[in-house]
């Protein structure tokens, strides 16, 4: 098998079925299969897709939700393929995407990881989908929208073209077309983060275990997660923030001098209960 396509569910029947229906309307010149995890979905979405879709894709239904990390890492602890991508249940594939992406992965065998240009509904581009890793600096001026001249502390890479091909630090969780045997060298997400946190602790453990990732401009997918302006469940706010915590405390706080560990845990702390409070007025 050259590429398992991995989707997580989790009770978005519409939206999942709508995301295979995009992998599936194309046809490819290498050999694939689609693996949907359902995270214990309380409502009927898995027993509908598994209907729909019959001998197309194969399932894995999990007996508890235990986050977005740990669902992929069901599918990833059993394929047996040269690649896999990671794909959101909220996403459309455009065409020609997966066979550029598969050539060029093909023909940089020193690319552990490549992602795509991804555009939201409205046509925007997606800035999660090339960054740079975030650091204490480019965090504050990001978390605090101030704008800064310094390509050092450009975090969203914003300077760089949108339709370009260059390796970058970090993708988006919603699209990752990763080779196996790097992620088979660096090991699986890390579980302990639940939704947020996880792509970018990936990629940089793949870009520390020597591979280089890469953004593919070229080719796109469009990804259907909802405007920040509409109210957001509190559990998602709280997920967020604390995979901030998790990642600075994983792969900086060892490195950096103890008041600035507790300046950046009571910032992260502070944020989040802002955030939580202001969302009670959102509507």
């Not at 001998?55 to 508890?64: G, R």
């Not at 579980?191 to 070229?218: A, H, P, S």
Request: charged share 25%; with cysteine.
């Amino acid at each position: 098998m050259n590429l398992s396509i991995v989707i997580v569910n989790y009770q978005t029947f519409e939206m999942t079925k709508n995301t295979i229906n995009s992998v599936l309307e194309h046809s490819y010149p290498f050999s694939y299969e689609i693996v949907v995890v359902d995270n214990a979905s309380s409502d009927d979405s898995l027993s509908r897709l598994q209907e729909h879709f019959k001998d197309k894709v194969k399932f894995i239904a999990s007996s508890e939700n235990n986050g977005f990390a740990a669902g992929n890492n069901q599918a990833l602890r059993q394929v047996r393929s040269d690649y896999v991508l990671l794909l959101n249940s909220d996403t459309i594939v455009w065409e020609n995407t997966l066979e550029n992406i598969y050539d060029y992965m093909e023909s940089h065998d020193d690319v552990g990881a490549c992602g795509c240009r991804v555009r939201l509904e409205d046509g925007q581009l997606d800035k999660a989908c090339k960054r740079s890793f975030p650091n204490v600096k480019n965090s504050f001026f990001r978390l605090f929208h101030i704008p800064t001249n310094s390509k050092d502390d450009n975090y969203n890479l914003t300077d760089l073209p949108d339709d370009g091909i260059y390796e970058i630090d970090c993708l988006t969780g919603a699209f990752m077309f990763m080779r196996k045997s790097a992620l088979d060298e660096v090991g699986l997400l890390d579980e302990t983060f639940f939704m947020y946190g996880e792509d970018i602790d990936l990629c940089y453990r793949i870009k520390q275990g020597g591979w280089k990732i890469v953004y593919y401009g070229e080719s796109s997918i469009t990804h259907l997660k909802g405007a920040s302006s509409k109210k957001q469940k509190n559990k998602l706010i709280y997920e967020f923030y604390r995979a901030m915590y998790i990642y600075y405390k994983k792969h900086h706080a060892k490195e950096s001098f103890f008041l600035t560990n507790i300046v950046v845990y009571v910032g992260i702390a502070v944020l989040c209960i802002l955030k939580l409070f202001l969302n009670l007025f959102k509507k």
